[in-house]
């Protein structure tokens, strides 16, 4: 590059160093006498200022190959003409040259037209003058003068060489190139100029046009010789003497890159994320993530405020994990970039990102009530326990909900790389540091509300988009990329790879191996206590009840068929089928279903797993009804006899889900559920483990149904619960059956309504821990859990103040048959309630860990 490819291209004042006339070109007198005769003047001048020799300073003027120069009013006339076309010739040459519209822009002044250039980085002196004399003026180098076709194709000339071509012999205005020595330099020419087409993207012309101008770029001939024209660039000298550009700059005078700043609102985001997530990953209180379960269901008002305070800091915690911290920086991007586009003040940024994030947080927890409880028992196709507990934090939320706003606001649309960083964000696990799906989705629910209000705004508001702000965001549109890799990479790579970094589940042979390795040491590892009693109409459902757990029942190994089911053998310790009872129990002694379902289930499977029990008791009790006295000495006999880790205590009207029917067989099955069943209980073992340092269990039990049916109960708390449900003073229950007896009031069965004591109810409190003889059940035990343990503040994302000892499955893994013939008078359900898929009553609850 030249010493003034970077000048700027302004408007020049009013020389006095050799500028006269009505246009003050360099070399011009007032008189065209004195024109014609100072040419050589006129030469040394145009050499010492313009640079090259060259004939565009004449420009062209075919059309006046006959002008008589010999008088005054023609000479101006000629001067006039030259110089007007002198100005388009040039300003046609230096945008060709210069690159159109990228490198020039243009500005209109009512003198006239103004160019500069675009190049940034060249300093304007201060002492440089800016007073017009042309309307139009140029100011480029002075060695690649575009005023001729040698200028245009060939080296600079030095001023010598143009010096010694002013003694060429020439009758004409503008000598021919071989007047002037050209012929010697034929080839270089021709070189040079396919040289600059190539740079400038022409075609290829005539091969003869480096060899001599034509006869329309020449004047007409006169009687004195003429040297070759002088290239005039319209510096003044003042210009000149004061611009740095001059001067060959260093090549380390460059400054050296630097990052840009960042707004204050940005920094301001990126330190408190610091703050907060230091604070959080040192402090034995950390910052939570957000639980639209806690914020719905508080303890307290102070724990409300605590949860709100957490809620106002979780966009600014990121986990400590690799991915969660490339998210996060990826977020403060974004944020950044969005906080520059901004035009609205900083106090309004604030507003409207509390805003938004206030909309976010009260819109997910509606939706985790809406999706749960509501849609839980009334629709349960759209029930979704991910939506009642999926916790979240970080800037991803936000930052959708105001790329929404913006987009919508500006008529633009944030590039690919900004969605495929959102994408991946939503899609990734809350486990690997991401803000949840469901967080996602109620952002964008709070951001396409707000677009809403701004389109109903901009509808009724008096104040319209000019046609320039819409013209604007129309060229912005336009010039975004849309390379094909960049859309395949955002809309579908990054949140796939994001969604398959989920571990698998495990399979369902992996499960039952590590259902039968729980608790070994037990004999039997689940004994299901199947309470059974009189109904009106003696329907069957003891029948079906049984057939559904027989048929869920994994089939029994060829060990097991061979030895009695109480059998303590170790040699199938690890058979799911050995570790399995089934106990019908009865405290009645009329009872036809039971004596028909004895007398039918008698096959080898039957016999391997079923067994059953009428309490000798019954017959002095005469079918009395006190269903807290059965249950009672039912948990007592399955926790003395059982010799297992849990009795599942259960209806005989709750028999198990069946599986879809099959398309090719149509035959019922229950596998499926008894999946559920395993892995229910493997994960709570998994996330409530008990401390063996500790007589204190890990957990107390899994609730997978409703009412008093489904509970899966430790068998140490199944031997207490006799006491809690009987008095302490009276555990087997014989003075209560004898008060019964004597017609006391208090021990009369009372009708649904009148206050009709239920055991279920006590042993729900007892397995949360809400009783004081099961403290051992609660949030945060006294004697504390094992590390790790879901019973500890802080032992699940979100959760602040521990589960208790009570579990529950995702949705009723029974349905309930007797809807019509409860044993309680008075007692009625809906035929559709407590039905297969139906919400679990406690999933939902803040301290029910929910597997």
């Not at 002013?166 to 004409?172: F, I, P």
């Not at 034509?214 to 210009?239: C, E, M, Y």
Request: aromatic share 8%; glycine share 8%; with cysteine.
């Amino acid at each position: 590059m030249s010493e003034l490819d970077n000048t700027e291209f302004s408007h020049r004042g009013s020389s006095t160093d050799g500028f006269s006339g009505a246009l003050g070109w360099p070399g011009f007198r007032s008189s065209a006498g004195r024109l014609r005769n100072e040419s050589s003047s006129s030469r040394e001048l145009g050499a010492g200022a313009g640079g090259n020799a060259s004939d565009s300073a004449y420009a062209t003027m075919e059309d006046d190959d006959e002008l008589d120069v010999g008088g005054d009013s023609d000479a101006l006339d000629w001067r006039e003409k030259v110089a007007e076309s002198l100005k388009v010739r040039s300003r046609r040459r230096m945008q060709m040259a210069l690159g159109g519209p990228s490198a020039l822009r243009s500005r209109s002044d009512d003198g006239g037209r103004t160019w500069f250039t675009s190049d940034s980085t060249t300093p304007s002196s201060p002492e440089i003058s800016h007073a017009g004399v042309f309307s139009f003026d140029v100011a480029y180098n002075l060695d690649e003068s575009l005023d001729s076709l040698e200028s245009l194709n060939s080296p600079s000339t030095p001023i010598s060489t143009a010096a010694s071509s002013s003694s060429c012999n020439s009758r004409r205005s503008s000598p021919e190139p071989s007047e002037c020595e050209f012929e010697g330099r034929t080839w270089t020419t021709s070189a040079a100029m396919d040289m600059r087409r190539k740079m400038l993207g022409q075609t290829a012309g005539r091969e003869d046009t480096p060899l001599g101008l034509a006869r329309r770029h020449t004047l007409p001939r006169r009687s004195k010789v003429r040297s070759a024209s002088i290239s005039v660039s319209f510096v003044s000298p003042k210009r000149i003497r004061a611009s740095p550009l001059l001067q060959p700059a260093p090549s380390s005078s460059a400054p050296a890159p630097s990052l840009p700043p960042l707004p204050p609102l940005s920094l301001c985001a990126m330190s408190l994320a610091a703050l907060v997530s230091a604070y959080s990953f040192n402090s034995s209180m950390p910052i939570a993530h957000v639980s639209p379960v806690h914020l719905l269901h508080p303890q307290s008002y102070l724990h409300l405020l605590a949860d709100i305070l957490n809620a106002a800091l979780s966009p600014f915690l990121v986990s400590p994990s690799a991915s969660a911290l490339a998210l996060g920086l990826a977020n403060l991007e974004l944020l950044r970039a969005l906080d520059e586009r901004s035009r609205l003040s900083g106090a309004a940024k604030v507003g409207v990102a509390a805003a938004a994030w206030a909309g976010t947080i009260a819109t997910r927890v509606a939706a985790s009530h809406l999706f749960g409880r509501l849609m839980g028992w009334q629709h349960p196709q759209m029930f979704s326990t991910r939506a009642i507990h999926e916790t979240g934090c970080g800037l991803a939320p936000l930052v959708l909900v105001l790329f929404l706003l913006h987009t919508f606001s500006s008529r633009s649309a944030p590039s690919y790389l900004h969605l495929a960083i959102l994408g991946a964000s939503f899609f990734t696990p809350v486990e690997q540091g991401g803000p949840g799906l469901w967080l996602g989705l109620s952002a964008a629910a709070v951001g396409l509300v707000g677009c809403i209000a701004l389109a109903a705004f901009s509808t009724f508001s008096t104040s319209y988009p000019t046609t320039l702000s819409v013209a604007s965001s129309r060229i912005a549109l336009i010039q975004r990329s849309h390379a094909p890799l960049a859309s395949l990479l955002a809309l579908f790579l990054l949140p796939v790879l994001a969604r398959y970094a989920v571990p698998p589940s495990p399979s369902s042979a992996a499960t039952a191996a590590s259902f039968a390795q729980l608790h070994p040491t037990y004999s039997h590892l689940l004994t299901v206590l199947l309470m059974t009693a009189p109904r009106p109409g003696n329907p069957d459902f003891l029948l079906q009840t049984i057939d559904s757990w027989l048929g869920a029942f994994p089939d029994p190994a060829l060990d097991d068929l061979a030895s009695p089911a109480n059998s303590s053998s170790g040699l199938s310790m690890t058979s799911p089928s050995s570790r399995i009872r089934l106990i019908v129990y009865t405290h009645f002694s009329s009872h036809p279903q039971f004596d028909l379902a004895q007398a039918t289930f008698t096959s080898p499977r039957a016999s391997h797993y079923l067994s059953f029990h009428r309490d000798p008791r019954a017959y002095a009790a005469d079918n009395r009804l006190d269903q807290r006295l059965h249950v009672a000495r039912g948990l007592d006999y399955a926790a003395r006899e059982g010799n297992g880790a849990y009795v599942l205590l259960t209806e005989d009207d709750f028999p198990l889900c069946e599986d879809e029917p099959s398309l090719i067989r149509g035959e019922k099955s229950w596998r499926a559920t008894w999946d559920q069943l395993q892995a229910a209980l493997v994960k709570t073992n998994e996330l409530l483990p008990d401390d063996e340092s500790s007589s204190a269990p890990g957990h107390c039990g899994l609730f997978l149904s409703t009412g008093g049916s489904g509970l899966a109960i430790r068998t140490p708390i199944a031997s207490l619960l006799p006491s809690l449900l009987l008095g302490s003073h009276d555990p087997h229950g014989y003075d209560r059956e004898a008060r019964a007896a004597r017609g006391e009031p208090e021990y009369l069965l009372r009708r649904e309504g009148e206050g009709a004591d239920t055991p279920d109810l006590v042993i729900q409190d007892c397995l949360r821990g809400r009783l004081p003889e099961c403290a051992m059940c609660a949030p945060a035990p006294a004697g504390g859990a094992r590390k790790g343990s879901a019973r500890m503040p802080w032992g699940l994302r979100g959760d602040r103040y521990g589960k208790s000892g009570l579990a529950g499955t995702e949705r009723l893994l029974q349905r309930h048959l007797g809807y019509n013939t409860s044993t309680l008078p008075g007692r009625r359900y809906g035929k559709e309630e407590w039905a297969c898929g139906w919400r679990q009553p406690f999933n939902g609850e803040p301290d029910i860990l929910t597997v």
